[in-house]
């Protein structure tokens, strides 16, 4: 019949339903993200670091010396495994006495978070069980949505045997900002030997500690110190983002060199290679120790927004809301002493007084409604955190006494 639709020819008709798939993660995280442009609003959802404390100086000067020294190899393409000095500056500052690391045990990744959806890339199947906290990191959980894994929570030891592998934020995890004990540390390392399952160790906030004792990580940990080579079954993610700035996208996967080539592999179909740009003026900053040099302003800085957000939250939160001041990191996480409030109908509410928050909801793996919220202090100024606090404690009586009106 003429004019008729023949649906087998017509690429139109044969486009999957990409709403379905996409309003499950990654739109979620940029509506996140977006709040930040409202005029306004005072944003204590994002996940950023304050960005009028990026070293622009130090970044120009490793940029020139990038290009005087690398020259062209600094604007072609790499190799995927990235910069092999960059490797090695990586492999030598990691390495203690106890971990062996060389460049075999490093991968340059795209930021963390590459690595961490590489890692999906090379080890889900469809139907594959992952172990994760509850609540986890909501950019692994977008990561692996498309390879489809089941999610068990990591406390349930009889979970372990069937998984996968198992993904911790070790240090002030996002979004609890809370810290594993020595003792919680040796309890995975020790269900991962059980096991035989990968342990990965997701670690971009260790350095910003405001205060309280420094922790293992799991990698060295993990090391034996006979070993020349690391070959546990750890792998850690490292990255530039929280130290330097997350503009640059460089981080790095170290682990077993199995493993490393296994991500080297998912890695060549992704993008070749990290740009080597951004690798060449990476590698210039780390061989000046500008990243180490710049974390005492930056723990100077977050420890004084920490302080001014909990002392607001103490003022004007403390009859609604629990939370524990964190050690470091980025994130308060505050959960509602009433049960039943429901963080995601919250949300209007606030948004409303102007202030955004992140609902508990979006990092929790079933997406179960959440009497918890994430609020990030790294990205505002003292004032303004308590300006947002005083406009969330409003925004939660006003929600409150509309409930209370409705039942
Ligand atoms: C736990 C965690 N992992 C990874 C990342 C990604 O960082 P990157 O900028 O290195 O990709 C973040 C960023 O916020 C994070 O919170």
């Not at 492999?91 to 930021?111: C, D, F, H, Q, Y």
């Not at 957000?309 to 609604?320: G, K, V």
């Amino acid at each position: 019949m003429s004019g008729s639709r023949d649906s087998a020819s017509d690429p139109a008709m044969r486009r999957p339903d990409f709403a379905a798939w996409m309003g499950q993660g990654n739109s979620i995280t940029q509506q996140f993200l977006s709040f930040g442009n409202r005029p306004g609003l005072i944003a204590l959802s994002g996940g950023l670091p304050a960005a009028e404390l990026y070293p622009v100086d130090d970044v120009q000067a490793a940029t020139e010396r990038a290009l005087a020294t690398h020259g062209s190899a600094a604007l072609s393409y790499g190799a995927v495994e990235g910069f092999p000095e960059l490797r090695e500056t990586i492999a030598r500052r990691l390495s203690t006495e106890r971990l062996k690391l060389t460049p075999e045990n490093v991968l340059i990744t795209t930021g963390s978070l590459q690595a961490v959806e590489l890692i999906g890339k090379a080890l889900i199947d469809a139907g594959d069980a992952i172990l994760a906290e509850y609540p986890t990191y909501l950019g692994a959980l977008d990561a692996w949505l498309p390879r489809q894994p089941r999610y068990a929570e990591l406390a349930y030891r009889e979970r372990w045997p069937e998984a996968k592998f198992a993904y911790v934020v070790p240090n002030f995890s996002n979004p609890t900002g809370a810290v594993l004990a020595r003792a919680e540390r040796e309890a995975l390392l020790a269900r991962s030997e059980e096991s035989g399952i990968w342990l990965v160790e997701d670690d971009p906030y260790g350095e910003l500690r405001y205060d309280g004792a420094v922790q293992p990580s799991l990698l060295e940990m993990s090391a034996r110190p006979e070993s020349t080579v690391y070959d546990g079954p750890v792998v850690h993610l490292g990255t530039l983002s929280k130290t330097i700035a997350p503009g640059l996208r460089v981080g790095w996967a170290v682990g077993a060199p199995e493993m490393i080539r296994a991500l080297a592999q998912a890695k060549q179909g992704s993008d070749l290679s990290t740009s080597t740009f951004c690798q060449a003026v990476s590698l210039e900053l780390i061989r000046a120790d500008a990243d180490r040099r710049h974390v005492p302003t930056l723990v100077d800085a977050y420890r004084e927004r920490r302080d001014a957000l909990c002392a607001a939250a103490q003022e004007h939160l403390s009859d609604l809301f629990d939370w524990k001041v964190p050690e470091g990191g980025m994130f308060v996480w505050m959960t509602a002493r009433r049960p039943g409030l429901d963080t995601n109908a919250l949300l209007s509410f606030a948004l409303e007084e102007g202030v955004s928050f992140v609902p508990g909801s979006v990092f929790d793996p079933s997406g179960q409604a959440s009497p918890s919220l994430r609020l990030n202090f790294t990205a505002n100024p003292p004032e303004r955190l308590q300006e947002g606090v005083r406009r969330l404690s409003r925004a939660v009586r006003a929600f409150a006494s509309q409930r209370a009106a409705a039942e």
